[in-house]
């Protein structure tokens, strides 16, 4: 099993959708789940952190924590084509003191 | 604003070449990480430096070395580039602390092995 998994897609929504992003992890232990979005040829840019279960928002985003079913989720409401991008999940490991990251889930937002 | 910087954002170089890649942070974090970054792959962890102490993944090439000369600097030096490492190269750099242990990477550079 991968520490962290991601289903690759690409998933196409139409502009205006709710974009939902889902992501999976094996370490119990896990603190700290992050997401990035990463450009095609650009760096990944953090855009959400959570380390409490239940919901955090940030303007269009909300990051979803649920540590009994180890799963955490980021919902784009009010898609926009500039959303388009490869989104990385990624938790910080407290037994190696590293970053994992899933494969990422590539998004398309179409006009 | 506070930030990390990489130079240069390209950088072509010759099979067995030595290449130097640098990295900057303006953020006086402690913790400062080298990634390789493969097409539609995730980032793959070379080393860190938890301030002056170094970290190397056990499946890090010894082909690839790393040095923190101060908090501000950190370079990646690949010894002797081959065809399979051109990729993105990602710096990245933390701050621990707390709950959240978040990164902020820097631009990035793409490495082309002629």
């Known amino acids: 099993q991968k520490e962290v998994e991601q289903n690759s897609g690409p998933l196409s929504v139409p502009e205006g959708a709710i974009a939902s992003l889902n992501c999976t992890y094996s370490d119990r232990g896990s603190q700290s789940f992050f997401w990035y979005r990463q450009y095609s040829g650009k760096s990944p840019e953090l855009i959400m952190f959570?380390?409490?279960?239940g919901d955090k928002e940030d303007g269009r985003f909300t990051a979803q924590l649920n540590k009994a079913s180890q799963y955490v989720s980021l919902l784009i409401r009010d898609s926009q084509p500039s959303d388009s991008a490869t989104y990385l999940c990624?938790?910080?490991?407290?037994?190696?003191?590293?970053?994992?990251f899933g494969q990422g889930t590539t998004l398309q937002v179409k006009p | 604003d506070a930030m990390v910087i990489q130079n240069p954002r390209y950088q072509v170089t010759q099979f067995g070449k030595p290449v130097t890649l640098s990295c900057s942070q303006t953020?006086?974090?402690?913790?400062m990480y080298w990634y390789q970054q493969k097409s539609s792959q995730a980032p793959k962890l070379l080393f860190h430096y938890y301030d002056k102490d170094f970290n190397n993944e056990a499946d890090t090439p010894d082909n690839f070395q790393s040095r923190r000369p101060n908090t501000s600097f950190c370079f990646l030096d690949i010894r002797s580039p081959g065809l399979g490492d051109a990729a993105m190269y990602l710096c990245?750099?933390?701050?621990?602390?707390?709950?959240?242990?978040?990164?902020?990477f820097g631009p990035g550079t793409r490495l082309t092995v002629t």
């Open positions: 953020l006086n974090h402690n913790v």
């Open positions: 990245a750099t933390s701050n621990p602390g707390g709950n959240v242990n978040e990164q902020y």
């Open positions: 990624a938790f910080f490991s407290g037994n190696t003191g590293k970053l994992i």
């Open positions: 959570i380390y409490s279960n």
